[in-house]
């Protein structure tokens, strides 16, 4: 032999060198949570269904089809015989795609990507997301705001609690309302910078339940923002 390097050395140098590229790129295309607002909120984790069930056969536990295990509650169980688990289990039905823990990931997205985009006046961002009601009136608010001369700071510090409150289905029509409770500073100034409304050192608790449909039938993933309410 000369004093070449042998092909099968070739080989596994060339097997080593493939899973270090793959490592990366899969680390690379990672959200750290320092990366700036998520874009297009329900198309952002296209691998979490499988990772959801991955933990589920992780975890052991038995499959109980008169249960539906909801996410961020320690794994409380719902019954199927109340109104929410019944709701939540016929939009299974409807769209086997369909996963609550996965649904919650995105719905913590779309509400920052919302609020934020809301804030800087945005409204082409926020028009695929929201309902034609909910946009005019998001949209509304935004130019009345331009029309004073104002700006609007918020800072989305923590998402504490997505809650599921409500699901059904209406013909092909799925609809869930969330509760999110957050901590959040919101500040507006005038035109010559000074603060109109809210304290730039305080921190606020601060609670939205947001409606969001989607036609189950669809190809377009993104459910679709179309109620929101802020509890006195």
Excluded: C
Excluded at 21 to 41: A, D, F, S, W, Y
Excluded at 71 to 89: C, N, V
Excluded at 198 to 217: C, H, K, L, M, P
């Amino acid at each position: 032999m000369g004093s070449g390097i042998p092909v099968f050395d070739i080989i596994i140098l060339a097997l080593i060198a493939g899973f270090v590229i793959l490592r990366l790129r899969n680390v690379l295309g990672k959200r750290t949570g320092h990366q700036g607002r998520p874009t297009e909120p329900f198309r952002s984790r296209p691998a979490l269904e499988d990772d959801n069930r991955k933990d589920d056969e992780e975890s052991g536990e038995d499959e109980d089809d008169n249960v539906v295990r909801l996410p961020g509650r320690d794994g409380q169980e719902i019954s199927t015989d109340t109104p929410l688990g019944a709701g939540l289990t016929q939009i299974k039905v409807a769209d086997p795609r369909f996963d609550p823990g996965d649904f919650v990931d995105k719905a913590k997205d779309a509400f920052e990507y919302i609020v934020m985009n809301f804030a800087e006046g945005d409204t082409s961002a926020l028009k695929p997301l929201l309902s034609k009601e909910v946009f005019e009136g998001f949209s509304n608010a935004v130019k009345e705001r331009e029309k004073r001369g104002e700006t609007l700071e918020t800072n989305l510090l923590r998402i504490k609690d997505a809650e599921f409150l409500e699901a059904s289905m209406s013909g092909r029509t799925a609809s869930i309302t969330v509760k999110y409770t957050t901590e959040q500073i919101n500040v507006t100034r005038d035109k010559d910078g000074d603060v109109v409304d809210g304290e730039s050192d305080r921190i606020a608790e601060v609670v939205d339940i947001w409606t969001y449909e989607r036609n189950t039938r669809s190809s377009d993933p993104n459910w679709v923002l179309v109620a929101t309410e802020t509890p006195q």
